[in-house]
């Protein structure tokens, strides 16, 4: 007998796009350490003002964690699709 399954899908490990990525999940943060810590976080504010509308708004505060410095940048995007944009060329 040939019964199919009210389950089966024809495409594999399909997951709706919206069950992932939230519509309001714009801010990205990101903890840079070592002695190049700065100049990444240089670079990583250019490129921000370069995706989507180029209105990121970026912050940052100098943290310790165990005895080392670390800087927390905040950036926060228009939209998730900037975010995504960002991590996919930054990470």
């Known amino acids: 007998m040939n019964e199919k ?3 089966e899908s024809l495409a594999c490990n399909c997951v709706e ?3 992932i990525i939230r519509e309001d999940d714009t801010v990205l ?5 070592g002695a ?3 100049s ?6 250019e ?3 370069k995706i989507g509308s180029g209105n990121c708004k970026i912050t940052s505060e100098t943290v310790d964690e165990n005895g080392q410095t670390v800087i927390r940048a905040m950036f926060d995007f228009d939209c998730t699709a900037e975010k ?3 991590q ?3 990470g």
Do not use: H
Not at 29 to 33: G, K, M, N, Q
Not at 40 to 45: G, M, N, P, Q, V
């Open 47 to 49: 490129e921000a003002t």
């Open 40 to 45: 990444r976080f240089d670079t990583l504010k």
């Open 88 to 90: 996919m060329k930054n």
């Open 29 to 33: 943060t990101i903890d840079l350490s």
């Open 17 to 19: 796009v919206g069950t």
């Open 5 to 7: 399954d009210q389950y």
């Open 36 to 38: 190049n810590a700065e």
């Open 84 to 86: 995504l944009i960002f």
